[in-house]
């Protein structure tokens, strides 16, 4: 039976955290020190980016948890120096096919092979390929699935801006009444990491370090003779 707490949602809680990440702020197992702060559509209010991605990963790999669809359990790996992850299970059957919510590509990102299937891999096959800001990523990715679900609407650029494509633009008269939803999010978390503490902090951290592991490298180049 599907928790009742994740039942009544309008859109994917993955994309109600990034709309209202500073709702959960309390919620937040770590927060960054350093990163640029994204301004949140339809109020003036700005955060960590960081932390708003890691958060918009975290509540969607929760909702999937509370609606029975996957499992969490801490695991450690090593003999001699020890470390702990998150390991996910599938639960019954699911649609192996992505869509564009977070909570699809996640299902999506599940190996066959369960040793690989720790949530630092999982948050990792979200990217096929590195990028300069995979933060950014996260962002506008839910910003796509909030496209196609009539939360923001297309605007053509003008001038030479016309080169970026057109400009997305949040329907406030639709997103703003989102807000309660936003705090049933918030309690959702609380609850789960009241009754999983480790397992939540343990979360939080596999997210955030399966994003950064995207980010594209520099090539640093060494002299012959150093």
């Given amino acids: 039976m599907i928790n009742q707490q994740v039942s009544n949602f309008s859109i994917m ?24 702060r994204e301004k949140l559509p339809c109020r003036e209010v700005k955060i960590k980016r960081k932390d708003l991605a890691t958060a918009v990963l975290v509540s969607a790999i929760v909702y999937l948890a509370k ?16 470390s702990k992850f998150v390991l996910v299970t599938p639960l ?18 599940i190996s066959d092979n369960p040793k690989h299937n720790d949530v630092r891999s999982i948050v990792w096959r979200l990217w096929s390929a590195d990028s300069a800001s995979p933060w950014s ?27 970026m494509g057109k400009k997305l633009v949040p329907q406030c008269e639709k997103i703003l009444p989102l807000q309660a939803e936003a705090d049933a999010l918030r309690s959702v978390l609380a609850d789960f990491r009241a009754a999983n503490r480790e397992l939540y902090e343990r979360l939080w951290k596999d997210v955030g370090k399966g994003i950064a592991s995207r980010q594209e490298q520099e090539d640093i180049d060494m002299d012959d003779d150093f």
């Fill in 13 to 36: 809680p993955s994309a109600l955290a990034y709309l209202f990440g500073d709702m959960l702020e309390d919620v937040f197992a770590a927060k960054s020190r350093l990163s640029l």
């Fill in 92 to 109: 019954g059957q699911f649609s192996n096919s992505s869509d564009d919510s977070f909570e699809g590509q996640i299902l999506a990102s």
């Fill in 137 to 163: 990523d996260v962002i506008q990715r839910c910003q796509k699935y909030l496209l196609g679900q009539g939360y923001f609407s297309e605007q053509e650029r003008h001038g030479i801006a016309k080169i």
């Fill in 67 to 82: 609606r029975n669809q996957l499992s969490l359990e801490v695991h450690t790996k090593g003999r001699i120096i020890k």
